[in-house]
């Protein structure tokens, strides 16, 4: 069977995300100054052939840790769709 696995992959949340304060300060010069915070991350859709629903998540949480995200700034979120 093939799986569709999201992998949302997001900034740490007590570190300093550049790209989203960049996103803010855009989105003030716009007049969106009730926006108060941006975290910008990356979304990654694998297609994965396995047996069952955990086996293919298991290969998509290897995957995330080994290449997907660094866990020294980055944390994953895994999702069956």
Request: proline share 2%; charged share 25%.
């Amino acid at each position: 069977m093939i799986y569709t696995i999201h992998i949302n992959v997001m900034p740490l949340k007590n570190l300093l995300d550049p790209q989203g304060k960049a996103v803010l300060s855009g989105l003030a010069n716009l007049g969106l100054a009730d926006v108060k915070d941006v975290r910008v991350g990356k979304r990654v859709t694998l297609q994965i052939e396995a047996d069952r629903e955990d086996a293919a998540r298991a290969i998509a949480e290897e995957a995330s840790k080994k290449l997907l995200a660094n866990a020294v700034m980055e944390y994953f979120e895994i999702e069956v769709g």
